[in-house]
């Protein structure tokens, strides 16, 4: 994935990024990118306000957020599948809404969103947390179709940013 680089010289150059920046490149934007690939998962507003916080020639600050955003969603999930075995609505509400903040940080727009069905439906509410009539059942099935779509739009995001930062997919 090419990227271009915001230059603070403005000078107009436009740089390449196949993996890392250089230390005499600018920090990477994703607001810049040459691809549409990251429309709708990432919000590039709120990921380069964490690219604005790396050093000028190191992003080990934003990768290090990313990667253990990677290990919290990992953990998450498996608390999730262990949560949806016991029938602990609760508990996937709780674990809904700590995955919605991480993501959100992030700028995650599809992982965010789902995590808030899932908190409301662990809430027994619809996915629009307005109504709280919907039964155990029918908040159960919600919630399994909900976490193999949250699955495909973590693992999309998750690629998505180790395309970004350079890095081969991780085997699970």
Known sequence: MAVEL??????????????SPSPSSP???LSNTTSNRGQGIV???????????DLDDDDEFSRTLVHNYFEQAQRAFGDMDAAMSASDLLALSRLGHFLKGSSAQLGLLKVKASCEKLQYYGQRMDATGQHSSISNEEAEKQIRVLLIQMRREYDEAESYLRDFYGEQEQQQ
């Open 6 to 19: 915001r230059d603070d010289s403005d000078n107009g150059s436009d740089f390449s990024r196949p993996g």
């Open 27 to 29: 920090t990477p934007s």
């Open 43 to 53: 919000d590039h507003t709120t990921f380069d306000q964490l690219l604005d916080m």
